[in-house]
């Protein structure tokens, strides 16, 4: 069963920022995952009622980084990040949850709401995530690896910086269109607080290219 064996491969992984699963089963015929509480409120939920300042947003964005460096390098990717999926605790630290969409991987060298949970059927298969936070090759249904995490990682910082998520439109189609073809709207229209390295850095994890983030 695909959902025992990938809650397993998240199962493995004993980070800080990510929320910890400690057991996988079955009983009467159901299978559950047991994980870690925490207590505090998505960062969905946090900027709906609060402006986060630079530092702030910085802070987040390093703490989301480390975990995906650290599942990374466990071949494992995420395939969801977006704001609705990154809890912030009561003490402003920051878990990565909702890893049972994580899909082990062979690491290199080794209008319906957009917000929801969207499947795109293409040759290659069903593609799993939420349409606008993910990578080109995740709506083109193409093979995925840590390079496709760090675009949708992108996309959530961009959204912290300017309040707008960067290539949401009114339909799905023109959204999956957006991620394929256009670039963002430059960060200055929207914050000019925005240093130009970090711009820089967030311009790189947003190239439509994977080899290139």
């Not at 299978?31 to 960062?43: P, S, V």
């Not at 703490?63 to 599942?71: F, G, K, P, S, T």
């Not at 300017?162 to 430059?186: C, E, V």
């Amino acid at each position: 069963m695909r959902l025992v064996r990938e809650a397993q491969a998240a199962a493995a992984l004993d980070h800080p920022n990510i929320c910890a699963i400690y057991e996988v089963d079955e009983s009467d015929g159901h299978t559950f995952i047991c994980m870690q509480y925490i207590a505090g409120e998505t960062l969905e939920t946090l900027i709906k009622h609060k402006s986060l300042d630079l530092a702030e947003i910085l802070g987040i964005s390093i703490q989301v980084a480390d975990a995906l460096v650290e599942a990374h390098a466990r071949g494992i990717i995420h395939r969801d990040i977006k704001p609705g999926n990154i809890m912030i605790t009561q003490r402003g630290s920051v878990k990565v949850m909702d890893l049972g969409l994580a899909k082990p991987f062979q690491p290199e060298g080794a209008n319906q709401s957009e917000a929801e949970t969207v499947r795109l059927i293409s040759t290659q298969g069903t593609v799993i995530g939420t349409l606008p936070y993910m990578s080109p090759e995740q709506v083109r249904g193409e093979a995925l690896d840590g390079r496709g995490d760090i675009f949708s990682f992108g996309v959530v910082l961009y959204e912290l910086l300017s309040g707008l998520q960067p290539f949401a439109q009114k339909s799905t189609a023109a959204t999956a269109a957006a991620i394929l073809t256009s670039d963002p709207p430059a960060l200055a229209r929207f914050n000019k607080d925005v240093p130009a390295e970090l711009e820089r850095i967030l311009g790189k994890t947003l190239r439509k290219t994977p080899d290139e983030r």
